[in-house]
C-alpha cells in the first residue's frame, strides 16, 4: 500500500529565505506526482505536476524534483514572502491503473516579516 | 470562467439526516472525485466517475453515496449510516492524459 510522508508537519521562516520541501513514498512504481497549496478553510491549489519521466517542473519561484528510484520529492521556494504561507501537499499518483491519488498530510509553512 | 464549484460552503445538520453536497464543474473533464479532509490526516478518496454513469468506490465510501448523470454534476449524499459525517469535502475532477486534478473551494459538514 503506498504511503506518502511529508516532513517537516510544520515550519517558520524569515521572508526572503529560500527553502525546500520534502515529500517521500514508498512505493516508487508512480505516473506523477502533483503539489499543491492549500489555504485555511479552502480548496486545493495545484502548482506542480511532474510525470514519472520528469526530473524537474519550474513555475515562477517553484521548483519541484522528483527522484523516483528512491521515493523522493522535493518542493523548492526560493525568496519566500509571506503570501506564501500555507500549507503545502504533495500526491502521487501510481502507475498501473486507476485514478487515485494518494496524498501527504501536509507542510504548514508559514513566513514570517 | 472555467472552475469547480461546490455549494453551500458551509453545511450544518442534525444526526440521522441525509443530506447532498453539490459539486459543478465547467472545465470538460471526464473524471470527477470526492475526497474527505479531517485534520491531521491526509485527503481521503471516498469516490471518483470516470465518466457519465459510472462512478467506483475509493477507500472510504462506507455511508456515501454518488450519482454521474451530467458530466458536469457529482454531487455526493453523506448518508445516516456514516458514523463520523463532520469533515471538509473537496471535490475535485481531472483530465484524461495527465491525471492532474483541480479542486473546488470546498464545503465544511458538521452534524451533531
Known amino acids: 500500500k503506498q504511503e506518502v510522508t511529508q516532513i517537516p508537519a510544520a515550519l517558520s521562516v524569515p521572508e526572503g529565505e529560500n527553502l525546500v520541501l520534502n515529500c517521500s513514498f514508498t512505493?516508487?512504481?508512480?505516473?506523477?506526482l502533483q503539489w499543491f497549496r492549500q489555504d485555511p478553510g479552502k480548496g486545493l491549489t495545484s502548482l506542480l505536476l511532474?510525470?514519472?519521466?520528469?526530473r524537474e517542473q519550474t513555475s515562477g519561484r517553484l521548483n519541484a524534483s522528483l527522484d523516483k528510484s528512491s521515493g523522493r520529492s522535493t518542493l523548492y521556494i526560493a525568496a519566500s514572502q509571506p503570501g506564501d504561507s500555507a500549507t503545502y501537499l504533495c500526491?502521487?499518483?501510481?502507475?498501473?491503473?486507476?485514478?487515485?491519488?494518494?496524498f501527504g498530510t501536509g507542510t504548514q509553512l508559514k513566513v514570517e516579516l | 470562467d472555467g472552475g469547480i464549484t461546490q455549494s453551500p460552503k458551509y453545511l450544518f445538520r442534525k444526526e440521522g439526516q441525509n443530506v447532498t453536497l453539490s459539486c459543478e464543474q465547467n472545465?470538460?473533464?471526464?473524471?470527477m472525485y470526492w475526497y474527505r479532509q479531517d485534520p491531521g490526516q491526509g485527503l481521503r478518496l471516498i469516490y471518483y466517475?470516470?465518466?457519465?454513469?459510472?462512478?467506483q468506490k475509493g477507500d472510504i465510501a462506507e455511508g456515501y453515496s454518488v450519482s454521474r448523470e451530467k458530466k458536469e454534476s457529482f454531487p455526493l449524499t453523506v448518508t445516516s449510516a456514516q458514523k463520523n459525517p463532520t469533515a471538509f469535502y473537496l471535490c475535485?475532477?481531472?483530465?484524461?492524459?495527465?491525471?492532474?486534478?483541480?479542486f473546488g473551494p470546498g464545503t465544511r459538514l458538521t452534524v451533531t
Open positions: 512505493d516508487s512504481a508512480i505516473y506523477n
Open positions: 472545465l470538460n473533464h471526464d473524471a
Open positions: 475535485a475532477s481531472g483530465e484524461g492524459r495527465s491525471y492532474e486534478q483541480y
Open positions: 511532474i510525470q514519472s519521466s520528469q
Open positions: 466517475s470516470q465518466i457519465v454513469n459510472d462512478f
Open positions: 500526491a502521487v499518483k501510481e502507475a498501473g491503473g486507476g485514478n487515485k491519488l494518494t
